[in-house]
């Protein structure tokens, strides 16, 4: 491998293959069909979070996470795993990747199985942007009108999903609040369906550091709170100007603490019967109320 050699990605070094029978831009290719091998454990191991901590990359499972990895983070992209039925169902995305000079691999769905359960035959390695620390949340900040904060977010479903609305609602950035999911959990970034790779993602930031970096880029700091005062649908006054939405814990909602910091607390009507929404679509809601109020 051309980076780290104890590290799971950047390379083609041979190990145990066939040739490929695939035509195009794989024939000939050697397709790597050994699931023992040194390189498929390596890959498999960035499935834990010790390992993507050790060596500053992660996984991206699955067509639609690849190809928008390959499109909008090729830099950060060190090697893309495809196996040969896929090769041709998703051939652009192999096509991209060639173009873009990537280490780009044909594989067995023996070792595909072995390096993940999930990746529906395309999968990538790539590396961690570094969106951690004051700076980086100031650099997100800049000129934001829309931002998602994700305090204490436990359930990796839930965190993907609210990225993604967040970047389907045109949001300038996310923030994951320090004990929140480990944003690079294999989980997260399948659920957010390639929107990892749209938009800034900071990690590991205090809340009081958060709120302060807020205000500081001249936000409004809401709430989205089943308990607030303030219906979300009569908001629109306060919703026409940059905005940052705190959202809560799968289970508990916000803490008393992140209440506390918010400018108002706002909450979401519910016409029906059921209790409450799904923190994650409850952010799609506040998110998109947001966005139609600064359109």
Known sequence: ???????????????????????????????????????????????????????????????????????????????????????????EIWEEALAAGLYSHLVSERVMAAMSTGSQGVLAVVAMDESTGSEALTSALEGAALVAVLTEAQDPGNAGAMIRAADAAGADAVVLVRGSVDATSPKVVRSTAGSLFHLPVVTDAALDDVVAALHGAGMTVLAADARGDLDLFGADSLLEAPTAWLLGNEAHGLSPEALSRADAVVSIPVY??????????????????????QR
């Open 1 to 91: 491998m051309h980076s780290a050699p104890q590290g799971p990605g950047r390379g083609h070094g041979r190990g145990q293959g066939r040739r490929a029978g695939a035509r195009g831009a794989a024939a000939g290719r050697e397709v790597l069909a050994n699931p023992a091998s040194t390189r498929v454990s390596r890959v498999a191991g960035l499935a834990r979070k010790n390992v993507r901590a050790r060596y500053s990359r992660f996984l991206v499972e699955g067509p639609q996470a690849v190809r928008e990895a390959v499109r909008h983070a090729s830099d950060r992209v060190l090697d893309v795993y495809i196996t040969e039925a896929s090769q041709d169902r998703f051939s």
């Open 272 to 293: 029906g019967r059921a209790e409450s929404l799904n923190v994650a679509a409850a952010a799609a809601v506040c998110l998109y109320a947001s966005a139609r109020a």
